[in-house]
Protein backbone atom coordinates (compact mmCIF):
# COMPACT_ATOMS: atom_id res chain seq x y z
CA UNK A 1 0.00 0.00 0.00
CA UNK A 2 1.03 3.71 -0.69
CA UNK A 3 -0.13 7.09 0.42
CA UNK A 4 0.30 10.04 -1.99
CA UNK A 5 0.25 13.64 -1.42
CA UNK A 6 0.70 16.18 -4.49
CA UNK A 7 2.20 19.64 -4.34
CA UNK A 8 2.88 22.33 -6.26
CA UNK A 9 -0.28 23.66 -8.04
CA UNK A 10 -1.15 27.01 -8.28
CA UNK A 11 -1.83 29.57 -10.82
CA UNK A 12 0.23 30.64 -13.77
CA UNK A 13 -0.23 32.78 -16.92
CA UNK A 14 -0.27 30.82 -19.93
CA UNK A 15 3.36 30.28 -21.55
CA UNK A 16 4.51 29.71 -17.82
CA UNK A 17 5.60 26.72 -15.86
CA UNK A 18 5.08 24.77 -12.63
CA UNK A 19 6.15 21.78 -11.55
CA UNK A 20 4.32 19.42 -8.97
CA UNK A 21 5.86 17.14 -6.99
CA UNK A 22 4.38 13.24 -5.17
CA UNK A 23 5.40 12.30 -1.96
CA UNK A 24 5.12 8.30 -1.22
CA UNK A 25 5.18 6.75 1.54
CA UNK A 26 5.44 2.89 1.95
CA UNK A 27 8.72 0.76 1.39
CA UNK A 28 7.14 -1.00 -1.74
CA UNK A 29 7.57 2.42 -3.75
CA UNK A 30 9.88 0.98 -7.22
CA UNK A 31 7.33 -1.24 -7.39
CA UNK A 32 4.89 0.83 -8.47
CA UNK A 33 4.37 2.68 -11.87
CA UNK A 34 3.56 6.27 -11.56
CA UNK A 35 0.80 8.13 -13.57
CA UNK A 36 -0.01 11.94 -13.57
CA UNK A 37 -3.81 12.41 -14.49
CA UNK A 38 -5.76 15.33 -14.32
CA UNK A 39 -9.43 16.17 -14.25
CA UNK A 40 -11.75 19.81 -15.10
CA UNK A 41 -15.16 20.51 -14.08
CA UNK A 42 -17.44 18.36 -15.56
CA UNK A 43 -15.13 16.54 -17.42
CA UNK A 44 -13.89 13.13 -17.04
CA UNK A 45 -10.22 12.18 -15.48
CA UNK A 46 -7.74 12.06 -18.49
CA UNK A 47 -4.40 10.46 -18.98
CA UNK A 48 -1.65 13.00 -18.90
CA UNK A 49 1.62 10.90 -18.10
CA UNK A 50 3.30 7.79 -16.54
CA UNK A 51 6.23 6.58 -15.85
CA UNK A 52 7.63 3.02 -15.40
CA UNK A 53 8.91 1.45 -12.03
CA UNK A 54 12.71 1.82 -12.98
CA UNK A 55 12.05 5.61 -14.48
CA UNK A 56 13.47 3.95 -18.06
CA UNK A 57 10.34 4.25 -19.77
CA UNK A 58 7.84 7.38 -19.75
CA UNK A 59 4.39 7.85 -21.59
CA UNK A 60 2.47 11.35 -22.50
CA UNK A 61 -0.53 12.35 -23.84
CA UNK A 62 -0.28 13.93 -26.91
CA UNK A 63 -1.80 17.60 -25.46
CA UNK A 64 1.07 17.19 -23.23
CA UNK A 65 4.03 15.51 -25.31
CA UNK A 66 6.61 17.81 -25.96
CA UNK A 67 5.85 20.24 -22.53
CA UNK A 68 5.21 17.79 -20.01
CA UNK A 69 8.03 15.94 -18.11
CA UNK A 70 7.21 13.41 -15.71
CA UNK A 71 10.50 11.91 -13.38
CA UNK A 72 11.00 9.92 -10.51
CA UNK A 73 13.21 9.31 -7.90
CA UNK A 74 12.71 6.02 -6.35
CA UNK A 75 15.42 6.92 -3.06
CA UNK A 76 13.46 9.20 -2.03
CA UNK A 77 9.69 8.06 -3.25
CA UNK A 78 8.45 11.01 -5.24
CA UNK A 79 7.69 11.41 -8.35
CA UNK A 80 7.24 14.78 -10.29
CA UNK A 81 5.55 16.64 -13.57
CA UNK A 82 7.77 19.73 -14.90
CA UNK A 83 4.74 21.46 -16.85
CA UNK A 84 6.35 24.51 -18.92
CA UNK A 85 4.64 26.24 -21.75
CA UNK A 86 1.47 25.92 -19.98
CA UNK A 87 -1.78 26.81 -21.59
CA UNK A 88 -5.54 27.97 -20.34
CA UNK A 89 -6.40 24.46 -21.26
CA UNK A 90 -3.76 22.71 -18.93
CA UNK A 91 -6.11 24.00 -16.19
CA UNK A 92 -7.61 21.25 -13.95
CA UNK A 93 -6.92 19.26 -10.96
CA UNK A 94 -3.45 16.92 -10.96
CA UNK A 95 -3.56 13.87 -9.64
CA UNK A 96 -0.72 11.47 -8.81
CA UNK A 97 -1.62 8.14 -9.21
CA UNK A 98 0.14 4.43 -8.20
CA UNK A 99 0.02 1.32 -10.49
CA UNK A 100 1.51 -1.89 -9.06
CA UNK A 101 3.19 -3.60 -11.87
CA UNK A 102 5.23 -6.79 -12.29
CA UNK A 103 7.37 -5.60 -14.95
CA UNK A 104 9.03 -2.31 -16.72
CA UNK A 105 5.81 -0.78 -18.47
CA UNK A 106 3.83 1.88 -17.94
CA UNK A 107 -0.33 2.44 -18.62
CA UNK A 108 -2.37 4.86 -19.45
CA UNK A 109 -5.31 3.60 -18.16
CA UNK A 110 -7.18 5.08 -14.85
CA UNK A 111 -8.73 2.02 -13.96
CA UNK A 112 -5.42 0.04 -13.76
CA UNK A 113 -3.96 2.63 -10.74
CA UNK A 114 -4.40 1.24 -7.22
CA UNK A 115 -3.97 4.20 -5.47
CA UNK A 116 -4.23 7.98 -6.05
CA UNK A 117 -3.03 11.28 -3.92
CA UNK A 118 -6.37 14.00 -3.38
CA UNK A 119 -5.42 16.49 -6.10
CA UNK A 120 -3.66 19.56 -6.93
CA UNK A 121 -5.44 22.69 -8.29
CA UNK A 122 -3.54 23.93 -11.46
CA UNK A 123 -5.01 27.27 -12.96
CA UNK A 124 -3.55 28.71 -15.90
CA UNK A 125 -4.47 32.36 -17.19
CA UNK A 126 -4.24 33.88 -20.23
Known amino acids: QVQLVESGGGLVQAGGSLRLSCAASGRTFSSYAMGWFRQAPGKEREFVAAISKSGARTYYADSVKGRFTISRDNAKNTVSLQMNSLKPEDTAVYYC???????????????????WGQGTQVTVSS
Open 97 to 115: AADRKYSDYVSPETVEYDY
